[in-house]
């Protein structure tokens, strides 16, 4: 996933700088060095992101596993804690 992430950044990023250096009427080589320099920031900055986030969906899943955890624990608890009705008296 990640590294579809960044492959999509950095071809928008250097389609967009194509782009925009063609519709400025600039020379070839300046077109082609800074649409490669915008692909590898843009695809930096994707995978740094995508890192990011993943790391921060993780974490959150296991804090949720965590607190599931601790609710079944405390029921558990509170089941064991409550006497059985009894069965009235003749």
Known sequence: ???FGTSIAGAAGFVLMFGLGMALDR???RITLTATIAALAFGLLAHWWMTLWLV????AQQEQARQQAAQMKEAAKEADVEPAPEAPVS
Not at 56 to 59: E, P, Q, V
Request: net charge positive.
């Open 56 to 59: 921060s969906l993780r974490s």
């Open 1 to 3: 996933m990640i590294r």
């Open 27 to 29: 020379d070839w080589g």
